[in-house]
């Protein structure tokens, strides 16, 4: 039995010894295209949670133990992965098979090139001060800034709501440009953003979120503005 256990360990040992890391057969560049779809809910940037939690310095971390991300599923917290190339690549590929039940709504990556790509992208974005050459170099995206979040401190005036006000199943929507825009009471969502990044208080911002501008988002900078800034309000006939 000893022998067994001897050989067998052996011949995983050298396995694992012929078998090079996949961040280090991945192509940079293309890893970073592969990242876009990543980028809209991870930023690069230490402790800056969006959808899903920051990926600085994300070797060699306990899954769902990164302290400035409050929302992780039980599932991933209690899973005991911690993170490396081999672990992140089963993770990217099928993250229900990896962990059932964990809150990533993400399907996966099926194509073993494109996962290869991404982890090598990763392994060299999520480095200590490597964040901001990397978004610096994805900075087309459409003036996202830290992973796709746009800064509303200082919105232009199309996007700067001045006033917002409801009527029946319709919500008129002003911006800082003196226009007018009428959202159907479901096209029109109302939401939060106490980050660096989120508007004055005071000072929503309104953002497109439909190809067909029928839709957006407005931003406030705390949930106790949202009910004080809109007013019932008809547009007399």
Not at 87 to 97: A, F, G, I, N, R
Not at 131 to 137: E, L, P, R, V
């Amino acid at each position: 039995m000893r022998w067994i256990l001897f050989l067998t360990s052996m011949a995983f040992g050298a396995s694992s010894a012929l078998s090079p890391a996949l961040a280090a057969q991945g192509n940079v560049d293309r890893g970073q295209r592969v990242f876009g779809a990543c980028a809209a809910c991870h930023s690069l940037e230490p402790d800056r949670g969006m959808t899903g939690p920051s990926l600085a310095q994300l070797w060699n971390r306990k899954a769902g133990s990164l302290s400035s991300f409050p929302r992780y599923s039980s599932a991933l917290k209690s899973s005991g992965i911690v993170w490396n190339d081999k672990t992140l690549d089963d993770w990217l590929k099928d993250p229900q098979h990896v962990v059932p039940g964990n809150a990533m709504t993400f399907e996966g990556i099926k194509n073993d090139q494109q996962r290869t790509d991404l982890l090598a992208f990763l392994q060299h974005a999520t480095q200590p001060g490597h964040a901001a050459a990397q978004m610096g170099a994805m900075g087309g995206m459409g003036g996202m800034t830290g992973g796709g979040v746009p800064n509303l401190k200082k919105p232009d005036p199309e996007a700067r709501v001045q006033a917002i006000t409801y009527c029946g199943d319709t919500y008129r929507v002003t911006t800082g440009d003196g226009k007018m825009h009428a959202f159907w009471e479901r096209n029109l969502r109302l939401k939060t953003d106490s980050s660096g990044d989120g508007p004055e208080k005071g000072s929503p911002a309104l953002l497109g979120a439909g190809m067909m501008g029928d839709r957006a988002d407005v931003i406030f900078a705390a949930p106790g503005e949202i009910s004080g800034f809109i007013k019932q309000e008809c547009e007399s006939r």
